[in-house]
């Protein structure tokens, strides 16, 4: 959260072994705590299944700031997650092409 109360935030996505071309990110949700993003919900990666488990997807969430360096505010999903993220990551891999959904709480 910023001086003014609310916070800034997007969405940025980064699709292993693509560089620049695999970076995408949301629009920035103007001064809000909950905001929801839904403008890639599906997208799509030309892997085989079982070279996906080697592989991080950095899906993460970040504070837009005017003037200084972006603020990570939570909520990294791939090989390097932790706890109910990491769980959700291993969800989608062993279910092949299912939808997984599930809501994630951002970090403080």
């Known amino acids: 959260m910023d001086a003014n109360g609310y916070s800034d935030p997007y969405v940025k996505c980064l699709k292993p072994d693509m560089g620049k071309k ?33 592989k991080t997807l950095d899906i993460s969430v970040w504070d837009y700031d005017i003037g200084k360096s972006n603020d990570y505010i939570g909520c990294q999903l791939g090989i390097t997650a932790k706890g109910e993220r990491l769980k959700h990551w291993y969800e989608c891999l062993k279910n092949k092409d299912k939808k997984i959904e599930r809501w994630h709480t951002l970090m403080n």
């Open 22 to 54: 695999g970076k995408c990110k949301t629009q920035i949700k103007k001064r809000t705590l909950n905001p929801e993003f839904n403008e890639f919900q599906e997208f799509s990666y030309d892997i085989k299944h079982s070279e996906l488990a080697k």
